[in-house]
């Protein structure tokens, strides 16, 4: 039944996932539930070592049909690559705590802004150009890259936000080229979990192919309706992130 449940969790994880981020938000707490006695770290890591797959599918998928922009993005994913993996380090010697009661408010001010901006992310505008752009979207990967890597819930959100508010994607290549930067995140995670142990590969197998069915029909869901629809998905996951964050941070 444990296999069941937490294989039909992957599978709406993926769906979320590919359209806007937040794949962890239904995964991880449906691990932590079938398995309360697991360390959590193993629970994590088997989560990303599924999570991954779904990602980069579609990383690709999108990439045949959004015009993705590669020169910036390319180097974006290596620096979220290096963020995450310092971030991974860093959370070995910093306890990330603090950030726990934080969260929720800079989520709180990122859902604020979207509403009362009702066309950001509605139109394709790219406010960079070629190495300036480049050196945006490497800052935006390593922030967030090692956001991801030292905390992580929300990771796909804020990749979204800042593509759309300060690169001027609109919502749809902005999940797109999130997509890319987390897989990349994502490598650096498994890969120091897997080092350490802590993937349960028996399970990551089936629950991967379950995350990549999901992160098929989500990508065809966001390609066929396009940017408006990803916006509001991804107030819905943010909305959602909110409450769970919240209650984590203030409550538990």
Known sequence: MEWIFITLASLLAGFVD??????????????????????????????????????AMATWQYSRRVQMRWSALLPAAAAGFAGSFAGAWAV???????LRRLLPLVLLAVLAY?????DMG??????????AETVAACLVGLAIGFYDGFFGPGTGSFFVFL?????????????????????????????????KGHVWWHFAVTLAV???????IGTHMALKHGAGFVRGIFIVVVGALILKTGYDAFLR
């Open 114 to 118: 979207t509403l009362a901006k009702k």
């Open 18 to 55: 590919a359209i806007v981020g937040g794949g962890g938000l239904v995964m991880v707490p449906a691990l932590f539930a079938a398995f309360p006695s697991a360390a959590p770290a193993t629970l994590l890591g088997t989560n990303k070592a599924a999570g991954v797959w779904g990602t």
């Open 163 to 195: 593509f759309v508010r300060w690169l001027g994607y609109d919502f749809l290549n902005a999940s797109a080229s999130a997509k890319l930067l987390n897989t990349a995140t994502n490598v650096a995670a498994i890969a120091l979990f897997a080092a």
């Open 122 to 131: 509605r139109h394709h505008a790219p406010r960079f150009h070629g190495s």
């Open 210 to 216: 379950a995350n990549v069915v999901g992160s098929l």
């Open 92 to 98: 070995t010697v910093v306890s990330p705590d603090f």
